[in-house]
């Protein structure tokens, strides 16, 4: 069965897992008419991360061509990227650009 996971921006340095995953899947990313395999690390629950380029630790994680965290571990290209590898340090801003109170 093929399985698939999304790319929501081109500068993203990770897909969303449309499926449960096990470790050593392919999994196939269709984006601006292009189609891309990865082969999972790990077991990828669906809805998770996947790194799709080596990840240095410190490097920032990119989604929706946003910054929302941190790696806190090397993470190679097909490792789940959740809470064990990957630091909240991300500031939200405000309407204004402005740090929300209270991070």
């Not at 929501?8 to 995953?21: F, G, Y």
């Not at 395999?37 to 490097?59: C, L, Q, R, S, W």
């Not at 993470?75 to 590898?85: A, L, M």
Request: glycine share 8%.
């Amino acid at each position: 069965m093929v399985k698939y996971a999304k790319l929501i921006d081109i500068r993203d340095n990770v897909i969303t897992s449309l499926a449960d995953l096990k470790a050593g899947e392919e999994v196939i990313v269709k984006f601006d008419g292009k189609e891309t395999k990865y082969v999972t690390n790990d077991d990828v629950p669906f809805g998770h991360k996947i790194a799709i380029k080596d990840i240095k630790k410190g490097e920032r994680i990119i989604k929706y061509g946003f910054e929302i965290g941190s790696a806190s571990a090397d993470i190679r290209e097909g490792d789940w990227v959740h809470t064990h590898n990957v630091d909240d340090d991300y500031i939200c801003l405000d309407k204004d650009g402005n740090p929300l109170p209270g991070q």
